[in-house]
């Protein structure tokens, strides 16, 4: 096999940049065998790959719940708490049947306007009344097609179905925040707790867990539960909501005839978002020698008068254990420039220092850094 300059022109065969491994070497067996650097993470010798995990034995851990898989992130949730709340401003479907057609198609077409329908989908939707569903939203001017043309549909002719008022990706999201948020309603109302239920039962099931914190804390106003499911009033939501306790899909429930108090119960908590890591600190490494500065003049400051202890350092270093420290250690422990900072190159001139006067030897060795002949005649003086 050819290799190749980054240029694209492959170099003369003697300048040929051979790849290096690391000799066999008591320091590296030392280092590799290091119980202190195993619990301060070091496995491999630098510039190895990872270490991979180490084989168990015994059968395979458990597959997890599918449901597990795919949890709902905050930034998708809340793109799903948007869809509804606009299909419930909007009164798209007067009913629950309706109500939730309506945001199916809500989010399928999220991004283009468009979205497909098909005969099974009332099906797997459980429906009353598909055409009266179809109906309901078609007379508003909302979906644009026909009952008689979404019933009849097969998945090899599809019917395609405009969306008027939901053009050109107003909620400003991609394809996968979509596909995912459609995916949890999906999963939610096919839940098996849900199993033969009603539409009515499952919408207000799922709009209550698409409004459940981080934990699966639930806290919202009675209203809104009946205006985002189209439910006929607050009678029927005390009803489904003792009917969603009594199947431990939400557990307990506090009601005050304002807001609604809930969580998650045991088997419907994955429903709930998860909730966003803590940031990641910026990837800076801010210099910490004044860049404008010569490099020996910086060596100067770092190291000063400084160069046997840090041979007596690296001696006590390897007596403890059993191999010497490598560059990244030493340089963390002085105080240096490490490798990701921009005057790294200051650390480099350090070492090349202390081998030339030297205090210290095993340059070029994994773990070989030792005291060198300088610092020994030093001790005997």
């Known amino acids: 096999m050819t290799q190749h300059s980054p240029t694209g022109e492959a170099p003369p065969p003697g300048q040929i940049r051979q790849p290096r491994f690391h000799r066999p070497d008591p320091d590296l067996a030392a280092a590799m065998e290091c119980v202190r650097c195993h619990e301060d993470g070091v496995f491999n010798p630098p510039g190895w790959p990872p270490k991979p995990p180490e084989r168990r034995e015994g059968p395979p851990p458990p597959t997890p719940h599918p449901n597990r898989d795919l949890p709902l992130t905050l930034h998708k949730m809340e793109f799903l708490r948007e869809v509804w709340a606009y299909v419930a401003s909007k009164q798209v479907g007067s009913d629950p049947d309706a109500r939730y057609l309506a945001l199916v198609c809500a989010l399928r077409g999220a991004i283009r306007g468009k979205v497909y329908l098909l005969g099974q989908d009332m099906r797997i939707l459980r429906l009353e009344d598909p055409h009266a569903a179809l109906d309901d939203l078609i007379s508003s001017g909302w979906l644009v097609t026909t009952p008689e043309r979404v019933i009849e549909s097969h998945p090899s002719d599809p019917a395609l179905c405009d969306l008027p008022d939901i053009e050109d990706n107003p909620w400003g999201i991609g394809q996968g925040v979509r596909s995912r948020a459609s995916g949890w309603v999906g999963r939610a109302m096919a839940h098996k707790k849900m199993r033969k239920k009603p539409n009515r039962l499952r919408l207000t099931g799922a709009y209550l867990a698409s409004r459940a914190e981080p934990g699966g804390r ?164």
Not at 258 to 265: K, Q, R, S, Y
Not at 346 to 369: A, D, K, M, S, W
């Open 218 to 381: 639930i806290r919202v106003p009675r209203v809104e539960v009946t205006v985002a499911c189209a439910l006929s009033g607050p009678d029927e939501l005390t009803e489904l909501l003792a009917w969603l306790e009594r199947i431990e899909w939400i557990t307990p429930v506090r009601d005050d005839g304002a807001v609604i108090e809930a969580e998650l119960g045991e088997t419907t908590a994955w429903l709930a978002p998860v909730a966003p890591p803590p940031p990641t600190p910026p990837r800076t490494s801010p210099a910490t020698t004044p860049l404008q500065a010569p490099v020996g003049e910086r060596a100067d400051a770092l190291l000063g008068d400084r160069a046997a202890e840090v041979g007596r350092w690296v001696d006590g270093y390897r007596s403890d254990h059993g191999h010497g420290p490598s560059w990244s250690t030493v340089a963390e422990h002085f105080g240096w420039p490490p490798r990701s900072a921009p005057d790294h190159d200051v650390t480099q001139e350090i070492f090349e220092r202390l081998g030339r006067r030297g205090v210290l030897t095993g340059f070029g060795v994994p773990f070989g850094l030792r005291p060198g002949a300088a610092l020994s005649r030093e001790d005997a003086a």
